[in-house]
C-alpha cells in the first residue's frame, strides 16, 4: 500500500528526491515520515509530517518532507547529501504514537536504497 521509489547513488553534496506513493486508501489522516537503515544499525527516524514537520537533527536544513495528500504521495528532496545519509529509505505512516519512533508506524513500504558516495 505504500511505495517507496527514487533511491539511487550520488556523490557527496548532491541531491535525489524519494516519493512514496500510497495505494489502496487514503492515508490523509495518518502522519507519514521517512526513516532509514544504515548497515549494521537500527531503524531511525529521518522526518515526519502531519498538520507541521519535524526532522532529525542529522537532516534538518538539508531535508524537505512534504506531502500531496489529493495524488496520495509522499516526497523527500535530499539535499547536500552526505556518505553517512547512505541508507535504506522507509516511508511509513501511522495514526498515534511517538512519530519519531519507528514502533509508531503501521504501514511501511518496502524501502529505497540511498548511496552517497565519497
Known amino acids: 500500500q505504500l511505495q517507496a521509489s527514487g533511491g539511487g547513488l550520488v556523490q557527496t553534496g548532491g541531491s535525489l528526491r524519494l516519493s512514496c506513493a500510497a495505494s489502496g486508501r487514503t492515508f490523509s489522516n495518518y502522519f507519514m515520515g521517512w526513516l532509514r537503515q544504515a548497515p549494521g544499525k537500527e531503524r531511525e527516524f529521518v522526518a515526519r509530517i502531519m498538520w507541521d514537520t519535524y526532522y532529525s537533527h542529522s537532516v534538518k536544513g538539508r531535508f524537505t518532507i512534504s506531502r500531496d495528500n489529493a495524488k496520495n504521495i509522499m516526497y523527500l528532496q535530499m539535499n547536500s547529501l552526505k556518505p553517512e545519509d547512505t541508507a535504506v529509505y522507509y516511508c511509513?505512516?501511522?495514526?498515534?504514537?511517538?512519530?519519531?519512533?519507528?514502533?509508531?508506524?503501521?504501514?511501511w513500504g518496502q524501502g529505497t536504497l540511498v548511496t552517497v558516495s565519497s
Open positions: 511509513a505512516a501511522g495514526l498515534a504514537g511517538v512519530m519519531t519512533s519507528p514502533r509508531a508506524y503501521d504501514y
